[in-house]
């Protein structure tokens, strides 16, 4: 996705899930409503455990599921409501406007696995973070966003 010099850059490497669980914690911080953050990478790269360290950051106590089937998991958290989409097996424009992500951005943050799928819908304040798996099995992320994502990092 796009890149532009003038926005937060920043890569990293996450070594094991704890590691994982810090920089959810970091991304978490900088949440509030109307931001997505866009988990893209391919399947098995680590994006539902990210968004489960976010979600934990921010309060979550129990377990979250994958939204995998059910396209959408809506979680009212103490200070935020945090809606995490996953977009792998949408197929059509029409099955996108159901799920409602533009509501789901009016009254709280997005979490996006398989972001391209609602590449149009996406914020100004979209954090990107591009997952790859390394040759040793640790994860590498991009992180692409506003400037004002600078001030969490
Ligand atoms: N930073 C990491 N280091 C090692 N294993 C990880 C890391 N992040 C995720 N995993 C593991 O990779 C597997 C797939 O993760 P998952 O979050 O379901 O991927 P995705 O949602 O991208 O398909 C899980 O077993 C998860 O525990
Ligand atoms: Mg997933």
Known sequence: MRHNPSEFHRNLVLKDLVATGALGAQIAAGLRRGTAVALDGELGVGKTALARAILAA????????????????????????????????????????ELGIEDALDSGAVLIEWPQRASDLLPDDTLIVQLVTGSQGERRVELTGPTRWTEFF
């Open 58 to 97: 921010r309060g979550l106590k129990e377990a979250a599921p994958s939204p995998s089937f059910s396209l959408v998991q809506v979680y009212d958290l103490p200070d935020l409501t945090i809606s995490h989409f996953d977009l792998y097996r949408i197929e059509q424009d029409s099955e996108l406007a």
